[in-house]
């Protein structure tokens, strides 16, 4: 991979500080080799690209930007407007859209931004094709069409009923006589989430669904669970639903006012679909951050884990190529390939509900299938996350944390996919000792 593609290309799309890192010149410039790369893969074709965004105020540039950009070089635009990022991988497939753009930032907070690119199909795009765009943005030029070759924009107005009309066929049971609270993060799951609950059967409660542009994930979401925890209780809900910014992730308060986070609702999934003869090849594809104790739990119930780096793209691959049903992230990333193309907040919390009513079990009796081992995460800002993440300091401090540890625990040192930061993450038979050595780990990689 090119050093340009490196610095250009995070883990999940383009992010930065919106009109400063990320700019309307690189949102155009991006979408215009994005477009140039796919008509030069001999589509016999004019492209068209689904555009999509977020609630921020900045996504209005920038879709400006991406829209421009697409039509300068070719391509038709079909804007579909505020949607989950879901919603766009989704439309781009059931729209037989050879691209798709969605314009957010994600968890990440208000004054950022991103862009993310899907294939035909909804598929995030490979590498290669975002080595060969980085290197057409570095030529800053392409062939400018004239005339009728330049692109057209149009709308679809019903996307968003396209898209909950398809959330509520991968639904298998009513969610009639469930109490659900909805965090939606004042982002793209303002209405879309409340509409599929409701049409799916379930009594709703809105929070935080009030998007102006620059509340986004501010203190809450699923970034910040303490708001749901207390509507949870305050409503008597059955569950709380708690979405980020573009609703690709669902993390779940029970009624209780418990979390319950992705390795747990991953391991409530992943036992009903094997219950129900749905979890192919009888596996659960999850990232070396789920705890050990979803492991533990898995092989109790006899289904193998097959771990992967930290990532959805890494999730994705890793089912494209075993064929597998489930998957995803302990922070609430979770992929049902039958049903979508990637991880799918709304699609995972209609799944999650409708094993509770089916199963007529509360949310914290299935969730406790999964007895997570404590585990504590620490995120250290370092002006160089490569070079210090490798420092043979560090690799000395987590070396001695292991043989401490033994088969009891686990350390895992990964530097941040978006962010200037190194996560430290420590797991250990008690709170207390995981706490201790996960400090000590994030002082030696603040000093390195």
Known sequence: MTQQTRRLFGTDGVRGLANSELT????????GAAAQVLADRGLGHRPVAVVGRDPRASGEMLEAAVTAGLTAAGADVVQVGMLPTPAVAHLVGALSADLGVMISGSHNPMPD??????????RKLPDAVEDEIAVRIGAREFDRPIGRLIGRVRSVPDAADRYVDHLLLATPHSLAGIRVVVDCAHGAASTLALQAYRRAGAEVVALNAQPDGFNINDGCGSAHLDPLRKAVLAQRAAIGIAHDGDADRCLAVDATGAVVDGDQIMAVLAVAMQDNGELANNTLVATVMSNLGLHLAMRAHGV?????????RYVLEALAEGRFSLGGEQSGHVVLPEYATTGDGILTALRLMAQMAVSGRTLAELASVLVPLPQVLINVAVPDKASVAGAPAVADAIALAEAELGEAGRVLLRPSGTEQLVRVMVEAPTESAATTIAQRIATVVAAS
């Open 24 to 31: 309307p010149e690189l949102a155009l410039a991006l979408s």
């Open 113 to 122: 931004n991103g862009i993310k690119l899907f294939a035909a199909g909804g």
């Open 304 to 312: 193998t884990v097959h771990t992967t780096p930290v990532g959805d």
